[in-house]
């Protein structure tokens, strides 16, 4: 999470965008989160994808339907259960790779000597009906460049 911030803050420092970090530990933090940004309230959400976010992402949908904030999240899931939208690795792709890895593993292969492996593969996908109830209009030429539009 920490290397993701890094790389949004220096691409938002390039676009003159302000990225203000308010990682969660736990589920309690949420509520701390949630009061900064009303203090001081974004353009926007980032959020990452990792247990804790899934196990709470209804509070941050709520959240942002509630302020009518436009979020993106790392993973196409978050968008299936109302986020508005996502971009992030082919969760596929990483399923492919790593079944390939244990292959590797089971047939004698010593797993220090694997590569490190990146993802190749990125989805964008988008929720039209989250959209609409925050009064955003996606650019067609956004839509037709989406992997997925969820209407």
């Not at 203090?39 to 990792?50: C, I, N, V, Y």
């Amino acid at each position: 999470m920490t290397t993701r911030y890094e790389a949004s803050a220096a691409a938002a420092k390039e676009m003159d965008v302000t990225v203000q970090s308010l990682g969660v530990r736990e589920p309690n933090d949420f509520a701390e989160a949630f009061g900064a940004m009303e203090r001081s309230m974004p353009d926007g959400l980032l959020m990452g994808a990792d247990a804790l976010t899934f196990l709470n992402r209804r509070r941050v949908f709520d959240f942002a339907a509630q302020h009518r904030l436009p979020a993106i999240y790392a993973a196409d899931s978050y968008v299936r259960d109302g986020g508005l939208m996502s971009y992030g690795p082919d969760a596929a792709e990483t399923a492919e790779r790593g079944a390939s890895l244990v292959s590797r593993v089971l047939k004698g292969k010593a797993p220090g000597d694997l590569p490190v492996e990146q993802p190749t593969r990125f989805r964008l996908v988008i929720n039209l009906r989250v959209a609409k109830a925050l009064g955003l209009t996606i650019p067609p030429t956004i839509l037709v460049r989406a992997d997925e539009v969820i209407e």
